[in-house]
């Protein structure tokens, strides 16, 4: 596609439950990046992919968030056993290979919506 | 480790004037990236420009401009003749070229500066 799509735009699920985020890169991209912005936040960076490999998983703020990806194209995010605080947008973003550290730029998509209640 | 400082929590300006939002970063790195995004109430995150840190030209494009200098790590950002359409908030990006363990691979942003343009 043209830009960088996330599914679902919103999500409001019950504490406890699992959910899963997803999102499509544009087209080409191999470098791809999940962030979470809270209400009124800044942007967290999550986790990084390069491929299908993530060499930097630093931000996933507990063993409840995993991510993959396959194909070297779409990623999951999932979070296990929501909790109130993971409310949040989690932001979807890719680039060309290896991404910002080699001054490429990095696309975002328009979010997922999350909240927990 | 990279970081980045937006100190302009919310700026409020009239319509046609002109702003300009600071930005002051930190790195041990020397080749180094500074990025500009616009987020407006919509929410998505827009890419305005990216700038390496061999190139301290500074750039205009139409009503925005650009001025970075290394000399004090600043990279500021001008709207002249500001307009309502310009309401949103503003990041401030940075990412390093040397991978040096946990994080590196990320762009790390300042907090952002929101600009509200009153008509």
């Known amino acids: 596609g043209a830009g960088v799509s996330q599914s679902p735009s919103n999500k409001v699920t019950e504490k406890g439950k699992d959910v899963e985020l997803r999102c499509d890169p544009i087209?080409?991209?191999?470098?791809l990046y999940w962030y979470r912005q809270s209400l009124g936040q800044g942007l967290e960076f999550l986790i990084y992919?390069?491929?299908?490999?993530?060499?930097?998983k630093s931000g996933l703020p507990s063993d409840r968030f995993s991510a993959e990806r396959t194909g070297g194209s779409v990623s999951t995010l999932t979070i296990q056993r929501t909790q109130q605080e993971d409310s949040a947008v989690y932001l979807c973003?890719?680039?060309?290979?290896?991404?910002?550290?080699?001054?490429?730029?990095?696309?975002f998509g328009e979010g997922s919506w999350l909240t927990v209640v | 480790a990279q970081k980045v400082t937006q100190a302009q929590t919310e700026i409020s300006v009239v319509e046609k004037e002109d702003v300009t939002l600071d930005c002051v970063y930190e790195t041990r790195d020397t080749t180094y990236y500074l990025f500009w995004y616009k987020q407006p109430p919509s929410g998505e995150l827009v890419f305005l420009i990216r700038?390496?840190?061999?190139?301290?030209q500074n750039e205009i494009s139409g009503r925005y401009s650009w001025n970075f200098q290394k000399s004090t790590s600043s990279f500021n950002f001008t709207i002249t003749a500001s307009q309502v359409v310009d309401s949103a908030v503003y990041f401030c990006?940075?990412?390093?070229?040397?991978?040096?363990?946990?994080?590196?691979?990320?762009?790390?942003f300042g907090k952002g500066t929101k600009l509200s343009v009153i008509p």
């Open positions: 990006a940075l990412s390093e070229a040397f991978v040096s363990g946990a994080g590196s691979y990320q762009l790390t």
């Open positions: 700038r390496n840190s061999f190139d301290e």
């Open positions: 973003a890719s680039s060309l290979e290896q991404g910002a550290i080699s001054g490429n730029t990095i696309y």
């Open positions: 992919f390069q491929g299908n490999s993530a060499p930097d």
């Open positions: 087209s080409g991209h191999t470098a």
